[in-house]
């Protein structure tokens, strides 16, 4: 399970979506989640599938390998689709047994939010593994950096978040080495409920913890040692320029935002 997560992972690829400048991308990320709110038909997701396996090609990276992020979330999306479909009591009965009611609306929600919640995962996974966490960093900061006026610790915020996101396969390589090294001692991490396998996780959460503070002591005494005192008087090695592609990549998300918005008034509300 651990492998399966890709959030914050970086595929290190030359590719025109790797070339992309990290603000545009960004932008681009926080658009296409506002394109997933305004979905509301299965037709709406489909542009979406096709867009983002469109955009994986160009990226040279697998789609599976983006799917393979919402494996992880298997539990919480099992969750959403069944409090929807059996908490939802609008609409025409479709199922009764007992005190369970399944009916169309409670139907299309579960859909609607089970579907909402995966392709949120793969877009978020999109931009963290086409983007490095020194450009990811560079980007935040200066999509930021109006809000300096206000005092707002831009660079100290997108530094961070792109440490946050550097640690993330750090931690996961560490968790699996516990695991394999507490597999070996004896530990059982599969068989049982799921108490069971909750009390099993004790023994590795309290070496994980310990590793992860000893990590961030680390980094602090490095970027001390460094001179490291924040974004003041900071230069970068790279000059971000928006080029004709970033220009492209916009138009093309734009486009599928004017598609799925006239979908939505063309089309009434429902499954299609």
């Known amino acids: 399970m651990l492998k399966d997560i890709t959030l914050g992972q970086y595929y290190p690829v030359d590719s025109p979506v790797h070339r992309l400048d990290p ?15 305004l979905v509301h ?16 090609s160009l990226a040279r990276i697998p789609f599976k390998t983006l799917a393979k992020g919402v494996k992880p979330l298997r ?17 025409q009965v479709l199922f009764s047994w007992q005190f369970l009611t399944v ?21 978020t996974s999109l931009l963290t593994l086409t983007t490095s966490p020194i450009m990811l960093s560079d980007g935040l900061e200066l999509l930021l950096s109006p809000l300096k006026v206000i005092h707002f610790p831009a660079h100290e915020l997108a530094m961070m978040m792109s440490i946050a996101l ?54 602090a005494m490095a970027m001390e040692s460094r001179c490291y005192h924040g974004g003041e008087g900071r230069t970068r090695l790279r000059v971000l320029k928006v080029t004709r ?3 492209i990549a916009c138009l093309c998300v734009a486009g599928l935002i004017a598609l799925i918005v006239a979908e939505g008034l063309l089309i009434p509300e429902g499954w299609l």
């Open 23 to 37: 603000r545009i991308k960004i932008v681009l990320t926080i658009a296409m989640i506002v394109a997933v709110f």
């Open 41 to 56: 038909s299965l037709i709406g997701y489909g542009l979406i599938l096709i867009f983002l396996f469109i955009t994986s």
């Open 75 to 91: 539990f919480i999306l099992a969750l959403t689709f069944l409090l929807n479909l059996f908490f939802t009591t609008t609409g």
């Open 103 to 123: 009916t169309d609306d409670g139907l299309h929600q579960a859909v609607h939010f089970s579907l909402r919640l995966v392709f949120l995962v793969i877009s």
């Open 166 to 219: 550097r640690f993330i396969p750090t931690l996961l390589e560490e968790t699996d080495k516990i695991m394999k090294a507490q597999m070996a001692r004896g530990a059982d991490f599969e068989s049982g409920n799921l108490i069971a396998r909750a009390k099993a996780m004790i023994p590795l959460l309290v070496p994980l913890f310990v590793s992860a503070f000893r990590r961030a002591g680390d980094l």
């Open 245 to 247: 592609n970033d220009w």
